[in-house]
């Protein structure tokens, strides 16, 4: 592997090749469940080199069919499902695309904007911004998470009810193939019937079919308004009941609808102390609406307390507050966004990241709330997420007292099996946003269908028939 290890130095320089130190950035996962060992860190610069790292390796790999040698692409590595990192194998090269991370082009009559894959998402919006225009794809990783890795899982975030996933978002792509091709997909057309979509087999992939290097995206114009409410609800049906009168009252300006439960909000007020959180001590859950308008902010204010005044009328609403202004809009949503890091702060739980159709979601929670409650008394569920969308983070603690690292290994795989069964019943899906990674190959083989398995399966082959790009990731080859 030395003689790989050299020309991959001479392809992006010696510097951009780590085999010693502290690799830790790269090699271990977000959450820290698991960390691997890399043959070597390469950090290319441009899709060029990108495509000579491929190759080169792609052609040891024909050398040397034993050596176990692959490829694990890395953006920010704040991915949920550990589908960044390298197994323990030490035979995988970690390809990190953090140097190509330049805005190419922004092209205002077309409302697109082409970025390089290891653009920083907030750089991206805050680029977006500067041109007068919105890129709406939001999430809480987005300091650090980069437009590649967000293409690569098909991130969500708050804002899919009315924009979509990342793959809505995007209308072109180039691609390094596993072979060290280079596909010119740049288009920012919005039409092109022109035979297999191509860019949405790579994107949602993550990092199995080819490695995104740069990326044409859609622009929006800017909103005149976006107001923040806060509201608690009595009970899931009523948050249900909430979307449905918020989709009729604000239509497309509604743009988050956020739902947090009870005791995630208590770990929220207990853990970040100088947070206020408002109004759920004495309901089930609180819901955050936020409303983009483009007419102005008097007009969003006036649609957003008509829908609050007709929700509580109809009794799915016991009391709400409108944010003032940016700083308390800003609050708000840090509350919601501080859930994760509250629940890490009480200890490790199992996580899941489900959705069902919204219709569902009532029967869901209730009946798989009642389950587990039977099967683990005293068991607390951090309930929230992005209910406008069907998708929740659906996460299962232990019963207070109770070590967590115990309870994780006892528990596991019975409340794995029993939430994705309900998930399965109530005809939803075993990973929402998050991707499969490596996390949840062993569930997919179990809830997805033959038929799907084995054309995902198919085309892997068929693309990448030396299983070089992260493999074992997504779908195994066998
Ligand atoms: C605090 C926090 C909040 C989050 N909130 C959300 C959320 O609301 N919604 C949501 O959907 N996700 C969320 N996530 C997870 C989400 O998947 C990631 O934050 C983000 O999309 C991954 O980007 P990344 O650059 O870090 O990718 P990485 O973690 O580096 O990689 C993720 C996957 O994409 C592949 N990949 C990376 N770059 C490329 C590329 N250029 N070409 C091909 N494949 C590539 C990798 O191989 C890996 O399989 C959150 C994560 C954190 C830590």
């Given at each position: 592997m030395q003689n790989l290890l050299s020309e991959l130095k001479a392809i992006v320089g010696s510097a951009h090749v780590l085999t010693e130190g502290d690799l830790s950035a790269w090699t271990q996962d977000w959450r820290k469940r698991t960390s691997g060992k890399a043959l070597a860190v390469v950090r290319p610069a441009c899709t060029d080199e990108v495509a000579r790292v491929v190759k080169a390796c792609a052609e040891f790999l024909t050398q040397h069919p034993d050596s176990g040698l692959s490829v694990v692409p890395q953006g920010g590595n704040t991915g949920l499902v550990v589908g960044s990192t390298p197994d323990e194998s030490g035979r995988q090269i970690v390809l990190s695309l953090q140097r190509l991370n330049a805005v190419r082009n922004i092209d205002a009559a077309n409302l697109t904007m082409t970025v390089e894959a290891g653009c920083i998402l907030q750089t991206v919006q805050e680029q977006a911004q500067a041109a007068g225009f919105w890129f709406p794809l939001s999430l809480a990783a987005e300091g650090s998470c980069t437009i590649g890795g967000n293409l690569g899982t098909n991130a969500g975030g708050t804002q899919v009810l009315r924009f979509g996933n990342t793959r809505d978002l995007c209308l072109g792509l180039e691609v390094v193939t596993p072979q060290g091709e280079v596909w010119q997909g740049l288009s920012g057309l919005r039409k092109d019937n022109t035979g297999y979509d191509l860019k949405n087999l790579y994107i949602g992939a993550e990092g199995t079919l080819g490695i995104i290097t740069a990326a044409t995206l859609k622009l929006y114009p800017s909103p005149k308004a976006q107001l923040t409410a806060w509201a608690a609800v009595p009970s899931m049906e009523a948050a249900v009941r909430l979307l449905g009168m918020a989709h009729q009252h604000l239509g497309a300006s509604l743009t988050g609808f956020e739902l947090m439960g009870q005791f995630a909000l208590s770990l929220v007020a207990k853990h970040f102390?100088?947070?206020?959180?408002?109004?759920?001590?004495?309901?089930?859950?609180?819901?955050?609406?936020?409303?983009?308008?483009?007419?102005?902010?008097?007009?969003?204010?006036?649609?957003?307390?008509?829908?609050?005044?007709?929700?509580?009328?109809?009794?799915?609403?016991?009391?709400?507050?409108?944010?003032?202004?940016?700083?308390?809009?800003?609050?708000?949503?840090?509350?919601?966004?501080?859930?994760?890091?509250?629940?890490?702060?009480?200890?490790?739980?199992?996580?899941?990241?489900?959705?069902?159709?919204?219709?569902?979601?009532?029967?869901?929670?209730?009946?798989?709330?009642?389950?587990?409650?039977?099967?683990?008394?005293?068991?607390?569920?951090?309930?929230?997420?992005?209910?406008?969308?069907?998708?929740?983070?659906?996460?299962?603690?232990?019963?207070?007292?109770?070590?967590?690292?115990?309870?994780?290994?006892?528990?596991?795989?019975?409340?794995?099996?029993?939430?994705?069964?309900?998930?399965?019943?109530?005809?939803?899906?075993?990973?929402?946003?998050?991707?499969?990674?490596?996390?949840?190959?062993?569930?997919?083989?179990?809830?997805?269908?033959?038929?799907?398995?084995?054309?995902?399966?198919?085309?892997?082959?068929?693309?990448?028939?030396?299983?070089?790009?992260?493999?074992?990731?997504?779908?195994?080859a066998h």
């Open positions: 102390s100088n947070l206020r959180v408002p109004l759920y001590r004495s309901n089930a859950f609180c819901v955050l609406l936020e409303n983009a308008d483009a007419e102005s902010e008097a007009h969003a204010r006036a649609q957003l307390e008509g829908l609050l005044e007709a929700a509580l009328e109809a009794g799915c609403v016991t009391d709400a507050v409108v944010a003032e202004n940016l700083t308390q809009a800003q609050s708000l949503w840090q509350i919601r966004e501080s859930i994760p890091l509250a629940q890490a702060q009480e200890g490790l739980n199992i996580k899941h990241d489900i959705s069902v159709p919204v219709s569902a979601m009532a029967a869901f929670v209730a009946g798989t709330d009642a389950l587990l409650a039977q099967a683990i008394p005293h068991v607390r569920l951090v309930n929230f997420g992005h209910l406008g969308d069907g998708n929740l983070h659906y996460n299962v603690q232990a019963p207070e007292g109770q070590d967590a690292a115990v309870f994780l290994r006892e528990q596991e795989v019975h409340v794995n099996r029993i939430v994705f069964d309900a998930v399965q019943a109530h005809g939803g899906s075993i990973s929402a946003e998050h991707g499969v990674g490596s996390l949840k190959v062993d569930h997919l083989t179990h809830y997805k269908s033959p038929v799907a398995l084995h054309t995902m399966r198919a085309i892997k082959q068929a693309l990448d028939p030396q299983n070089l790009l992260n493999p074992g990731r997504v779908v195994r």
